[in-house]
């Protein structure tokens, strides 16, 4: 089987699970845009909540064009990583694909297909959710840029119509956009959300390069946005291997730096290869705070163990003194704006049907 076979059967699999028919490329202007950043926040909270509301009650459809230009940027990375890990010593010989599908994870997902390829899902949510919260983060923090594009109010209502999009929009529909960022800020989001994607890739690649999957077991969940759907679970112990695996592949990042910008990026690397766990943890909080589903839940071991575990393993090697500071200051930066994203869900109140 090739890598175009795969891509076949990724078309398909969108098909028979009625997401799209298929990948088309276009223009997609159907999301809403914010234009200014004085109007992040601006409208009064009434209608706030009631767009937060909107939301959950009519999700959006999944469309052709925005898939496809997900589906580009994976296609863009896949070849360096698997650049990346043959410097670490590892040669795929299995044919992979990473390709986007609403999976509702914010973790890859395994999906064996006959003639020994692999196609490694990667959920549209996350693919979404990923660029927004580090274009708030950047337009917030004043040591991204001076000054500041959002207060700390308007950057957690941001915040919120992001998670309110990933935890109620079935990865079919994004928050209203944020206006473009130009220069510095521009060029880090996109080197951050490239770096954090690859992570989550590097990852699902680890369990097939370790023969993870051979020993894996079947794991049907109903609860994603799609229906029911497979997922191969490996076990925790090899859950955490493939974080270990997928770090040293990354790391292969700063080979051909010299040590001054090597101090300059590895800070970023690190807090990329872990924005998806902090994501994750924050996620999983809001889901059990008001009692969504989470698919695949337990399939890995909670967000906490794996961050603690990764930053534990990081410590040891990283070669600079200050790689793991960045990682610490998003930790804090999410968790300090949870409270205030929780209290903006409770308030949206459902009408009784």
């Given at each position: 089987m090739t890598v175009e076979d795969l891509r076949r059967r990724h078309v398909a699999l969108l098909r028979d699970r009625r997401v799209v028919d298929g990948l088309r490329p276009g223009a997609d202007r159907s999301d809403t845009r914010y234009h200014t950043w004085t109007q992040v926040a601006s409208e009064p909270a009434a209608a706030r909540l009631d767009r937060l509301l909107d939301l959950r009650r009519r999700p959006g459809p999944y469309r052709s064009a925005r898939l496809h230009d997900r589906q580009r940027g994976l296609d863009a990375l896949?070849?360096?990583?698997?650049?990346?890990?043959?410097?670490?010593?590892?040669?795929?010989?299995?044919?992979?694909?990473?390709?986007?599908?609403?999976?509702?994870?914010?973790?890859?997902?395994?999906?064996?297909?006959?003639?020994?390829?692999?196609?490694?899902?990667?959920?549209?949510?996350?693919?979404?959710?990923?660029?927004?919260?580090?274009?708030?983060?950047?337009?917030?923090?004043?040591?991204?840029?001076?000054?500041?594009?959002?207060?700390?109010e308007q950057a957690t209502w941001a915040l919120t119509e992001m998670f309110n999009a990933y935890l109620y929009g079935n990865g079919a529909v994004g928050p209203h956009a944020l206006p473009e960022l130009s220069g510095q800020r521009r060029a880090l989001v996109g080197a951050l959300s490239r770096r954090t994607v690859q992570f989550v890739v590097a990852h699902e690649l680890s369990h097939v390069v370790a023969g993870h999957l051979v020993h894996a077991r079947r794991w049907t969940d109903p609860t994603t946005p799609v229906g029911a759907l497979d997922s191969l679970s490996v076990g925790w112990p090899r859950e955490h291997e493939a974080d270990r695996t997928a770090a040293t592949i990354m790391s292969h990042t700063l080979d051909d730096l010299t040590q001054r910008d090597v101090e300059v990026h590895e800070p970023y690397l690190v807090g990329a290869m872990l924005l998806p766990l902090f994501l994750h943890e924050m996620t999983d909080r809001l889901a059990e705070q008001f009692d969504l589903a989470v698919p695949f839940a337990g399939s890995h071991p909670p967000p906490v163990r794996r961050i603690q575990a990764l930053v534990e393993h990081l410590s040891d090697r990283v070669r600079t003194r200050r790689a793991l500071d960045l990682a610490a200051d998003v930790a804090t930066w999410l968790e300090d704006r949870l409270d205030a994203v929780s209290e903006w869900f409770r308030q949206v109140r459902v009408p009784a049907s």
């Open positions: 896949h070849p360096e990583l698997l650049h990346l890990a043959r410097r670490a010593g590892w040669t795929l010989t299995t044919p992979t694909l990473a390709a986007v599908f609403p999976t509702g994870t914010l973790d890859g997902i395994c999906l064996p297909v006959p003639g020994r390829g692999v196609l490694v899902l990667v959920d549209s949510g996350l693919l979404d959710l990923v660029p927004n919260v580090l274009t708030v983060m950047t337009g917030a923090l004043p040591h991204y840029g001076s000054p500041p594009l959002l207060s700390g």
